[in-house]
C-alpha cells in the first residue's frame, strides 16, 4: 500500500504543478511569440546608446545638445536612435540625411509631439507651429504668410515702424554722453515695433504703454516656461501629476494673456464699429478680425486661432 500512496500523492503534487506551471509556460511563449512577431514587423531602427531603465538617455543629457549629439555620432554614425523616457528620437546629423528629411520628406515629418506647456500656451495647440499638416495649418498658413505678411500688408503698417524707431532715436539722443545697453534697446524697439503692429492702432498712448510693458513681462515668463525640460514630456503617464508645476504656472500665463487678448479684441470691435478705424489705426488685430467673419474660409478662422496667432506673432 504504501508505494500505492506514495504515487498518488506525487501524482496530486506533480497535477498541482502543473496546474500552475502549464499557464505560466504558455504565457512565456506567448509573450515570446508577439515580441519576435513585433521585432519582425516593425523597421529596423539604427543603433544608438542603451540607457537606462523607464529613463534611457534622459540622465546623460549634456546641456550643450548639440555637442552631446555630435559626440555620439561620432560612435553611432550620422543616424542613430536616442530614447528619452519612453519617447523615442531619431538623431540625424550629415547634410545629405538633413536634406532627405526637411526638404525631400518635409510632408511625412511635418507633425511633431506638442509639449506640455506650449499646448496650453498655443490654445491646445491651434497655432501655426503645432498644428498638425492639414487643412487647418494650411489655412494658417495662408493667414500668416500669404495675407497678413504680404508686401502689402506689411506696407500698410509702415507708420507704426516708423514712429517706433523715431522714439527710440529720439531716446538715445536724450542719452547723448550717458551709457546706454545699446543691445538692450535694440531688444525692446523690435519688441515694441511687433506689438505695436499687433495692437498699435487698437491701443494708444499711456494705455499701449503700460499694456506693451505687461505685455513684455508675460511674454519673458512664457519663454523662461517653454525652455526648461519638462518630465511630464518624456513620461506622459506623470503629466497629471505636473511634478514641476510648470504646467499650473504656464496655465495661469495664458489666463493673463487671455485677458489682455480679450480687452484689445473689444476695442478693436469698437473702433471699428464707431468708425474710427482709419488708415493710421490699422493693425493685425484688425486685419485678423476681418478674416475670421469671412464665411467662405475653409475651415474657418476661429477667436482661438486668432488668439494663438497674436500669441505667436
Known amino acids: 500500500m504504501a508505494p500505492i500512496s506514495s504515487f498518488l500523492l506525487n501524482l496530486i503534487t506533480y497535477s498541482n504543478v502543473l496546474t500552475y506551471l502549464l499557464p505560466a509556460l504558455a504565457a512565456f511563449f506567448a509573450i515570446f511569440w508577439l515580441y519576435t512577431k513585433s521585432k519582425t ?25 548639440h555637442s552631446y549629439f555630435a559626440t555620439l555620432a ?17 538623431v540625424i546629423s ?6 532627405e528629411v526637411l526638404k525631400a520628406n518635409d ?11 506650449a499646448r496650453s500656451a498655443a490654445y491646445g495647440g491651434k497655432d501655426i507651429v503645432w498644428t498638425p ?46 551709457p546706454v545697453n545699446f543691445g538692450e534697446q535694440m531688444f525692446l524697439t523690435i519688441l515694441n515695433v511687433i506689438t505695436s503692429m499687433m495692437w498699435g492702432g487698437t491701443i494708444k498712448g499711456e494705455q499701449r504703454t503700460s499694456l506693451c510693458a505687461e505685455f513684455r513681462q508675460k511674454v519673458s515668463e512664457m519663454t523662461e516656461l517653454l525652455g526648461k525640460p519638462n518630465l511630464s514630456d518624456f513620461l506622459p503617464g506623470l503629466a497629471q501629476l ?22 484689445m479684441i473689444d476695442r478693436r470691435i469698437k473702433i471699428d464699429k464707431e468708425g474710427e478705424g482709419g488708415e493710421e489705426n490699422k493693425d493685425f488685430l484688425q486685419f485678423l478680425l476681418k ?23
Open 41 to 65: 514587423n516593425s523597421p529596423q531602427l539604427p543603433p544608438g546608446p542603451v540607457g537606462l531603465p523607464l529613463l534611457g538617455s534622459l540622465p546623460f543629457l549634456d546641456p550643450e545638445l
Open 74 to 90: 561620432q560612435t553611432y554614425g550620422p543616424i542613430y536612435k536616442l530614447r528619452l523616457g519612453s519617447k523615442l528620437g531619431i
Open 94 to 99: 550629415s547634410p545629405s540625411l538633413a536634406s
Open 107 to 117: 510632408i511625412t515629418f511635418a507633425n511633431r509631439d506638442v509639449p506640455d506647456v
Open 133 to 178: 499638416y492639414g487643412p487647418e495649418w494650411r489655412m494658417l498658413r495662408k493667414v500668416c504668410v500669404i495675407k497678413m505678411l504680404s508686401n502689402t500688408t506689411l506696407d500698410s503698417f509702415y507708420s507704426l515702424r516708423r514712429r517706433e524707431l523715431r522714439e527710440t532715436v529720439g531716446f538715445l539722443y536724450s542719452r547723448a554722453g550717458s
Open 242 to 263: 505636473d511634478l514641476q508645476g510648470l504646467q499650473k504656472k504656464m496655465e495661469i500665463l495664458v489666463k493673463n494673456f487671455d485677458r489682455i487678448f480679450d480687452s
Open 291 to 313: 478674416l475670421k467673419d469671412e464665411e467662405d474660409a475653409k475651415p474657418p478662422l476661429t477667436m482661438l486661432h486668432l488668439k494663438a496667432l497674436l500669441m505667436v506673432c
